[in-house]
């Protein structure tokens, strides 16, 4: 019995040994899990024994290592990340900021961040709505939003941020995660770009109110001249409302003109893509007739392909109609004034001749002061009549095979008196070298050149030393004739009005209070009459030179502009 006893007793010791053996390690490994699930994953199992036990806490401690590892991971991207990350409780406040975070807001350390009013930091204007969001946040709500910040508060203008609720097992918010990334740049590229959309749309609708109120007839078309869009001013004067013209072409009002008016319209806009310039006659919904100035413009693409057409036209048939008017009375009126001034001047010749018996000095005088002044007024007469009959279209070129150093010579034997009487010198430059032959109009070539010369006696200084040059040089398919005096000059304020009808210069009617203004202004139309045109160079006080540029064969020339 003792034996038994014995052996019972150590079976017993055997028995809680070994059950000691297992249940520690597992008591063990439950206290661990605890201390784990509190956070704390620093905890050690360390169990050594061989069996399945300590194969269990060594997996377990190794798991726990690698979680701390991934904490530390975890750790380190939040601590490096450019975002501002900030942590809040499940009560809105404030527990944690990252080291972006910090630097964005200037904290310094870990414990300004209690004291840090990350309110304080956004601007007033979005203030209110982060606060709602972060309560919303509070109930379980994500969200997200741009966000402005104060210069004082942080280093970047603008952020876009999310806000994010934690919950736990039983969905309770556990903490809210607020992340934000640095927007300032792309914003400020979209607030200059909408402020660029906001300018360029009331430009749109400036230039639309314009173009809608303009008192001029405007249309736009597509390529093929199907129009797109017209404003009230074209309903106005063609009588169509729009939804009549879209759709329809131009023709719909026009068609009035000749083919080769079309066809050189549709060349110059459509094949040389440049803006066509020409008075048309069009007819109204109502059949009646009137006259437009036109443009119309080609709108090129990146590729210079057209993308539409642009036309604006004036309706000037009023203009036309008080121009004829106007010409008709000045023809009248330039009519009428031929006869008695050839009158006057027939009876001032027979006084000054002496056939009505002998004239003292003073009356020779008188006399001789009345035959320039109705000189004058003929030769004024003569150059209204001329411009009329110009501008009335009744001008037609002639082809004449003409010697360049004739028709020079022509001009000066005219006005040699006049020059000899102011003692200034006229020279023929082109006499020392080869003749220019060229075919034009001889009528028309010879009133310039006779305009230029005489003007350039006029309005040079009488006395010696003054001198007039005229010369003509060929270059290629052009002949330059030039005119070159050491008069007055032209001053530099009034260069651009010098071809204007009936313009005179201010040291001009000074110098020469007699005058018309219409010479220089006769001159260039003839000169475009020739297909060619007019230029000078001035000084003021030093001179002039003035030059036609011509074709040699201006026939040839007309024919291909057509």
């Not at 869009?229 to 169509?240: D, F, R």
């Not at 009035?256 to 006659?281: A, L, N, P």
Request: net charge neutral; proline share 2%; aromatic share 8%.
């Amino acid at each position: 019995i003792l034996a038994t006893s014995v052996e019972f007793l150590a079976l017993l010791l055997v028995v809680f040994a070994a059950a000691r053996s297992i249940s520690d390690p597992i008591k063990k490994l439950k206290e661990g899990a605890g201390i784990i699930a509190a956070g704390d994953l620093n905890y050690h199992v360390g169990t050594t024994s061989k069996d399945e036990v300590g194969e269990l806490s060594r997996a377990f401690d190794k798991m726990l290592t690698q979680l701390r590892e991934s904490q530390f991971r975890y750790a380190e991207l939040i601590e490096t990340t450019p975002l501002c990350i900030k942590v809040f409780d499940s009560k809105g406040n404030l527990i944690f900021i990252n080291k972006g975070g910090r630097e964005e807001h200037f904290i310094k350390n870990d414990a300004d961040i209690s004291k840090w009013d990350w309110l304080g930091s956004i601007d007033k204007d979005y203030r209110v709505a982060v606060k709602e969001k972060i309560d919303k946040a509070v109930l379980g709500e994500s969200s997200s939003m741009e966000i402005r910040h104060t210069s004082e508060g942080s280093r970047r203008e603008w952020c876009a941020g999310t806000i994010t609720p934690v919950k736990d097992e039983t969905g309770a918010v556990k903490f809210i995660l607020f992340y934000s990334a640095d927007i300032s740049d792309l914003k400020n590229i979209q607030l200059n770009l909408e402020q660029k959309i906001r300018e360029r749309t009331e430009d749109l609708l400036k230039f639309e109110l314009a173009v809608e109120n303009s008192g001029n007839h405007i249309i736009i078309t597509d390529p093929e001249g199907v129009i797109l869009y017209a404003n009230q001013a074209a309903e106005k004067i063609t009588g169509y409302k729009k939804m009549e013209m879209i759709g329809k072409r131009p023709s719909l009002w026009g068609k009035q003109m000749s083919k080769e008016f079309y066809d050189d319209m549709w060349r110059t806009i459509k094949t040389e893509k440049k803006t066509f310039k020409g008075e048309v006659k069009n007819r109204r919904k109502n059949g009646e007739e009137y006259t437009a100035e036109a443009f119309i413009s080609p709108v090129l693409d990146e590729d210079k392909k057209i993308k539409f057409f642009v036309g604006v036209e004036w309706d000037i048939t009023e203009e036309r109609k008080m121009e004829q008017i106007r010409r008709d009375f000045l023809s009248l009126a330039s009519h009428q004034l031929r006869t008695p001034l050839s009158g006057t001047k027939w009876m001032v010749e027979t006084l000054q001749s002496g056939r009505l018996g002998p004239l003292n000095q003073k009356q020779k005088e008188y006399l001789d002061e009345l035959y320039g002044i109705n000189e004058r007024m003929i030769k004024l007469v003569f150059d209204m009549l001329s411009v009329l009959k110009f501008e009335s279209g009744v001008v037609d070129v002639k082809k004449q095979e003409l010697s360049s150093l004739a028709l020079i010579e022509a001009s000066l034997s005219n006005l040699l008196p006049a020059a000899q009487s102011r003692k200034i010198k006229i020279t023929n430059l082109l006499k020392n070298k080869e003749d220019i032959i060229i075919e034009t109009d001889q009528e028309a070539l010879k009133t310039i050149l006779d305009i230029l010369i005489s003007n350039a006696v006029d309005y040079s200084t009488v006395g010696s030393g003054q001198e007039v040059l005229v010369d003509a040089i060929e270059h290629g398919k052009m002949v330059t004739f030039s005119v070159q005096d050491s008069g007055i000059g032209v001053p530099e304020t009034e260069k651009d009005k010098l071809f204007n009808k009936f313009y005179r210069a201010v040291n001009a009617k000074n110098h020469k209070p007699g005058g018309s203004g219409l010479g220089l202004y006769y001159a260039s139309m003839l000169a475009e009459r020739l297909s060619g045109s007019m230029s000078f160079e001035s000084q003021e006080g030093k001179g002039s030179t003035f030059y036609l540029n011509i074709p040699k064969n201006v026939f040839q020339k007309v024919a291909n502009n057509k």
